[in-house]
């Protein structure tokens, strides 16, 4: 699974049904449907996060140093729903980065207002980027909703 793009990312998965016992020989797998209707879901099926699958169904066969295998092989391909990470992480960024621009309209001499209202922005965009962390696994590369966030904790710094 590659994340890079998460949320706007698709991923595609595979399952395989393989025969390591029997040969071609002995045992052919074959789809007992056409390709187009060997492997569909339920129209009341619903994934929350995944937009409906797009499947592809292949018949073939492994070659192995014990001979040819017959295999099955379902190719699934899913879309990420965006609105769920519009609502709960982009939009409160803008939202937070727009009222830090307040800053830039207040006077000059009104430091106080100035510094709690840049510390009140930089702690509510950690808390922000700590809770869009949260849901997603440990990788070793950087996602996209916690770069977001922390160019736009650069953008609402005060200058």
Request: with cysteine; charged share 15%; hydrophobic share 40%.
């Amino acid at each position: 699974m590659q994340l890079r793009l998460y949320p706007m990312d698709t991923q595609e998965c595979e399952i395989y049904l393989e025969s390591y016992g029997y040969s071609t020989e002995i045992l052919y797998l074959h789809w007992h449907w056409d390709k187009d209707t060997a492997f569909s879901m339920e129209p009341n099926l619903e994934l929350p996060n995944f937009m409906r699958p797009i499947s592809d169904s292949i018949e073939c066969v492994d070659t192995y140093s014990m001979g040819l295998f017959s295999c099955l092989k379902v190719k699934l391909k899913l879309q990420r729903r965006i609105s769920y990470h519009l609502t709960q992480t982009y939009l409160p960024t803008i939202l937070i980065v727009s009222v830090s621009w307040v800053t830039f309209w207040l006077s000059v001499e009104a430091v106080p207002a100035r510094v709690s209202l840049g510390i009140t922005t930089l702690l509510t965009m950690t808390t922000l980027i700590g809770g869009a962390k949260q849901g997603l696994p440990a990788v070793s590369y950087i996602k996209v909703p916690p770069h977001v966030a922390l160019t736009s904790a650069d953008i609402a710094r005060p200058r």
